[in-house]
């Protein structure tokens, strides 16, 4: 593939890997969050909200998001669900407990023990974006915890974006070397390379600005580390034993500057060897399908959990 071709790969369907503000991320670390509050519950790592009554989801939005990503089926679902909306600390505003540790690491066993320790009964899984390779890792780590999972635009792991022969080993290097990028360029520089980035992502200059927002808002070391964790965690060899269905959507555009076919191809081959899987194109749609397609994306998240 062509090297444009792959940075146009990367820039359309990545969590912005340039969506934190360094500066302006540390002058407003004691601003109100942007994410809704009454949480229901909260560790050193996500907290979360519940709503609704029935069989339990959970919902996990990307890197640098808020929660609120999901608001347009939210209330659909929880007529006859009991929803666990979550929401990863240092991003969106919401203050992150310590800046240590692995981003990625943290969240997912806080998420797998929230469902534990409040005894959820085999819970679905619908995570975007880094959320998704969330739920992928709960699932592949902790087995019968989940019924099933939706994935939504996300890979099984992120550096195939930058080659197919990728390794976490391989890739070690580059990550530190963005997430040290991310950490050291000036505002001007970060607000400059975000508007671009996210341009690339969700279609609506609305949506654009709400995306902008949130990750601006994210905390610094949240965003360069959760970058550094997803270039070098590879969930392939994890998946191969899992035993619950599974389903991917993911969006094509002509605006990504890549073929339909090269799009496909990319997700085919990063799932070829997960069982019980499921792949399903949204048109039209960037990696935000949530907002760039809000009716498909509600029908396919209705028809999973049918």
């Keep these: 593939?062509?090297?444009?071709?792959?940075?146009?790969?990367?820039?359309?369907?990545?969590?912005?890997?340039?969506?934190?503000?360094?500066?302006?991320?540390?002058?407003?670390?004691?601003?109100?969050?942007?994410?809704?509050?009454?949480?229901?519950?909260?560790?050193?790592a996500i907290v979360v909200k519940t709503i609704g009554k029935g069989k339990d989801i959970v919902l996990i939005p990307g890197l640098g998001s808020a929660a609120e990503v999901y608001d347009g089926i939210i209330p659909e679902l929880a007529k006859k669900n009991r929803v666990h909306i979550v929401q990863l600390k240092g991003y969106a505003g919401l203050k992150?407990?310590?800046?240590?540790?692995?981003?990625?690491?943290?969240?997912?066993?806080?998420?797998?023990?929230?469902?534990?320790n409040k005894k959820l009964k085999t819970p679905?899984?619908?995570?975007?974006?880094?959320?998704?390779?969330?739920?992928?890792?709960?699932?592949?780590?902790?087995?019968?915890?989940?019924?099933?999972?939706?994935?939504?635009?996300?890979?099984?792991?992120?550096?195939l974006l930058f080659s197919p022969q990728a390794t976490p080993q391989i890739m070690e290097p580059q990550a530190k070397a963005f997430a040290n990028m991310i950490k050291g360029q000036s505002a001007e520089q970060y607000e400059t390379n975000q508007k671009t980035a996210i341009a690339r992502l969700v279609t609506s200059p609305e949506k654009q600005k709400l995306v902008l927002d949130w990750s601006i808002n994210s905390n610094r070391y949240a965003i360069a580390q959760g970058v550094q964790d997803l270039m070098t965690i590879d969930l392939r060899p994890e998946l191969k034993n899992s035993k619950i269905p599974m389903t991917l959507i993911y969006g094509y555009d002509a605006k990504m500057g890549l073929s339909v076919e090269q799009v496909d191809n990319l997700y085919k081959n990063a799932y070829k060897d997960v069982p019980n899987m499921s792949l399903k194109r949204i048109d039209n749609s960037l990696h935000f399908i949530m907002y760039d397609q809000p009716a498909e994306f509600s029908k396919a998240v209705n028809e999973f959990l049918k």
Excluded: W
């Excluded at 800046?99 to 806080?110: D, K, T, Y």
């Excluded at 890792?137 to 019968?144: D, F, G, K, Q, S």
């Design 1 to 44: 593939m062509e090297s444009s071709s792959k940075f146009a790969i990367i820039v359309a369907i990545a969590v912005t890997i340039l969506s934190a503000n360094h500066s302006r991320a540390d002058e407003i670390k004691q601003a109100a969050p942007i994410v809704q509050t009454n949480y229901s519950y909260e560790d050193d």
């Design 96 to 116: 992150l407990t310590k800046e240590e540790g692995s981003i990625f690491e943290n969240a997912q066993v806080s998420i797998a023990n929230y469902i534990k």
């Design 124 to 159: 679905t899984l619908i995570g975007h974006s880094m959320g998704g390779e969330l739920s992928m890792a709960i699932n592949a780590r902790n087995p019968n915890l989940v019924s099933k999972v939706l994935i939504v635009d996300a890979l099984t792991f992120y550096s």
